[in-house]
């Protein structure tokens, strides 16, 4: 009795939860039948506009990307004085194959210019000189062309030129001409399903961009003279038109409804023209009133639906139970729980298998770029192709965000590396196709089971993980093996971090200096101090083991307030002694430029031992100049004032730009060795550097060649005026004793 009860109480709850869905449903239903004609009206004019906005975007986007290219190129020209080269002509021939312009040139004050195309003709001494856009730039003004025939190649193009300095004063414009064909296509192709068109007019009406167009025919030249807009729509539009503005209209014309849009681009007095009928532009929204219709028959599907969910979710509730235990979300693949219950069983049975962990590279940049739905997608097609690539009995899952973990058949290397790297590429070739050309890496790091049927199955991941983390940082696809290498590496890590703090008290940190040589004098410029590791039992542990460690977690703020109290130490000892003491370079942690804190403590070591701010060389580094721009160029600042100098290390090692030149005030730069033990391209890397030490010449910057080793390097170094050369050649980092001996003299 009491159970009837229950179910004849549930029973009038459903069906007093139906009549209000079903009241609720059709007030809803009545109130979107009264709204649709107004919203049609709306949300067609947002949709149209929306529509023309993103098109918009899309020209200019290509239009600035060109310019962006010009840019470039002219900022270079500029900064290297290449407009006085002879050699100009062959430097654009060789820009010209990397960029989409058909054709490139540089014209001079007196009109004339030299020009290359893209099959890398030349044509010289052309007096281009009255043609509009190039006055433009003459003059100062950069800026694209109308549509133009091209003269050489018969071709409907467009022309971008800007001008080029020397200071002030132009001194030639720098020209590129684009297929007008290749603008076009950005808007070519209709909207709207096919139904609407984008054109591009002036403010006159005269078409500039053309799509064909059953609307406006072919031979119309005009869009306002075929009577296309009444008198008074005719005289709103253009008045809009002639100030810039944005307008939206309607109009009829062969008794068809259209509506139209003009959007300004911005550039020279052109609009983009969107038209499309009315009819295909709210037919996108036609599906409400079917909505309408059907809300009453929904009423009664539903009624029937409540209760044949009430018996679905029963059967359905342990099913869902499962797969929240055992299935990953969105996937559908094994969950990190049930890929261990399976794999905990089947390595008992065989340790003939392999324990892969399959990394995604920056996974995190896909979801800020593309969108969370990307991602979602990307992880779900990567859980298709292991399946795809996995064979009978073996297993895999989705551990967590971009971390899949396999386990796979066969120990051996050459069946293995094969088989991943063929899933790797699947990714990445997918990666390419969906992503707008940005291509997914991917590394797998692979545990062999053997021997380890008793290990726990979390730190065999582990050690696979592990053998990610100490695989070369290539931006391919790879495989990377757990093995014997790896783990002393793991071992050595642990090592430094458990021994660092005891080392630092023990003193085991020794300073060696490594001279700078002036190499016009061949004297003593200054020279860097250098940490070396040596343990109590006289083990060296060398700085490119543990300076990552001590990025990492922190240290290298207490080694480097160390270090920088060894050589203020030895300064002193040099100073008292009579010495001619030179500057040395001292590399600091990021801290020490974004903390003011760390700032006075390493003042406080320069008073201790009263130092001269003069003697200190401060070394800056590629990671620094790219992470706070802004509060760098604060530090510096601050720096100079107190009398510090300022080096930046490893210049060209890695993202060096030549902004970085622009932005931050340094005395000195240091050239990275990379540039001298080049092999590939010396030639290339000659020219770079000579013309980055002429450039550095340029702004008062002291030049350093790092990594002379040769007569042969010194000589070339000396002979592109760098300043000072550092490297084995003159001495290798040594003891401060051998230092004084070898390099420094008394005072007379």
């Known amino acids: 009795m009491p159970k009837n009860r229950t179910i004849k109480k549930q029973i009038v709850i459903l069906c007093v939860l139906i009549a209000i869905i079903s009241l609720v449903l059709t007030g809803l239903g009545l109130k979107i039948s009264f709204s649709i004609p107004k919203m049609l009206i709306e949300e067609s004019k947002k949709e149209l506009t929306d529509t023309s906005e993103l098109y918009k975007n899309i020209l200019l986007r290509q239009i600035d990307g060109n310019f962006q290219m010009l840019d470039t190129l002219g900022a270079y020209i500029e900064a290297t004085e290449a407009y006085k080269n002879e050699n100009l002509i062959e430097y654009l021939k060789e820009s010209n194959l990397r960029n989409d312009f058909m054709m490139i040139g540089f014209i001079d004050s007196d ?3 030299d020009f290359v195309n893209m099959e890398g003709i030349i044509l010289k001494d052309s007096y281009v000189g009255k ?3 190039v006055s433009e730039a003459l003059s100062g003004k950069k800026g694209i062309s109308e549509v133009v025939k091209d003269k050489w190649s018969d071709k409907h193009i467009n022309i971008y030129a800007i001008p080029v300095y020397d200071g002030t004063d132009v001194v030639g414009a720098l020209t590129a001409t684009y297929n007008t064909k290749d603008l076009y296509s950005k808007i070519d192709g209709g909207v709207f399903n096919g139904a609407g ?5 002036d403010t006159s009406g005269n078409f500039i961009l053309r799509s064909d167009d059953p609307f406006i025919g072919n031979n119309i030249k005009n869009l306002f003279d075929d009577g296309v807009f009444n008198e008074n729509e005719f005289l709103r539009i253009t008045k809009l038109m002639s100030k810039g503005e944005y307008a939206l209209t309607e109009s009829k014309y062969n008794d068809t409804q259209y509506s139209m849009v003009f959007n300004p681009l911005g550039i020279n007095n052109w609009y983009l023209f969107c038209v499309v009928p009315q009819k295909s532009l709210a037919g996108s929204l036609s599906k409400m009133t079917q909505i309408v219709r059907s809300i009453f028959l929904s009423v009664l599907v539903s009624v029937i639906f409540i209760f044949m969910y009430i018996i679905h979710i029963i059967i359905e509730s342990n ?18 729980s049930k890929f261990k219950e399976l794999a905990d069983k089947q390595r008992r049975q065989s340790s003939d298998y392999a324990l892969v962990l399959l990394d995604i590279s920056n996974f995190r940049f896909v979801n800020e770029f593309f969108d969370i739905s990307k991602g979602d997608d990307l992880l779900c097609f990567i859980k298709e192709a292991c399946e795809r690539h996995c064979e009978e009995s073996e297993l895999f899952c989705r551990e967590a965000a971009d971390h899949f973990i396999m386990m796979i058949h066969s120990s051996q290397k050459e069946k293995i590396v094969p088989r991943l790297m063929s899933l790797m590429n699947e990714i990445s070739v997918y990666s390419q196709n969906s992503m707008q050309g940005y291509k997914i890496q991917s590394t797998c790091g692979v545990k062999y089971l053997e021997n380890d049927s008793e290990t726990p199955l979390n730190v065999l991941v582990s050690m696979a993980k592990l053998a990610i983390q100490k695989a070369p940082k290539e931006h391919k696809n790879k495989v990377a093996f757990y093995n014997q ?11 430094i971090e458990n021994t660092m703090a005891d080392a630092l008290a023990r003193h085991e940190f020794a300073l060696r200096l490594q001279p700078k040589i002036d190499l016009n004098t061949g004297e003593l410029h200054s020279s860097e101090a250098l940490v070396r590791w040596i343990t109590s039992d006289g083990t060296m542990i060398y700085p490119d083991q543990f300076i990552p460690i001590f990025e990492q977690n922190g240290f290298c703020v207490k080694l480097d307030l160390y270090m920088l109290d060894k050589v203020c130490c030895t300064l002193r000892e040099w100073l008292d002694a009579g010495y001619d003491v030179k500057p040395v370079s001292v590399n600091q942690s990021r801290s020490f430029f974004y903390r003011d804190r760390y700032l006075a403590k390493f003042n406080e070591i320069l008073e201790k031992y009263n130092i001269p701010h003069s003697l200190i060389i401060i070394e800056i580094t590629e990671g620094l100049v790219v992470s706070n721009i802004e509060q760098l160029r604060k530090s510096i600042k601050k720096l100079h004032a107190s009398g510090y100098l300022i080096s930046m290390d490893d210049f060209g090692s890695g993202y060096s730009s030549l902004n970085s030149l622009k932005d931050f005030d340094i005395d000195e730069l240091k050239l990275d060795r990379i540039f001298l033990t080049e092999t590939d391209n010396i030639e290339k890397s000659e020219k770079i550097m000579k013309n980055i030490i002429r450039l550095a010449s340029d702004l008062n910057i002291t030049t350093v060649a790092e990594g002379i080793e040769t007569e042969k390097q010194a000589e070339f170094v000396k002979s592109i005026n760098c300043n000072l050369g550092q490297g084995y050649l003159y001495s290798k980092p040594i003891e401060t004793e051998e230092f004084k001996r070898l390099f420094l003299k008394k005072k007379t």
């Open 197 to 201: 068109r984008i054109h591009i007019i």
């Open 131 to 133: 043609e509009p856009i």
């Open 319 to 336: 099913n869902s139970m499962e797969k929240l235990a055992y299935y990953d979300s969105l996937t559908g693949a094994y969950n990190w």
């Open 485 to 495: 290498k790896v783990h002393e590496s793991e071992q050595l890590k642990n090592k």
């Open 111 to 113: 009109g004339k210019g």
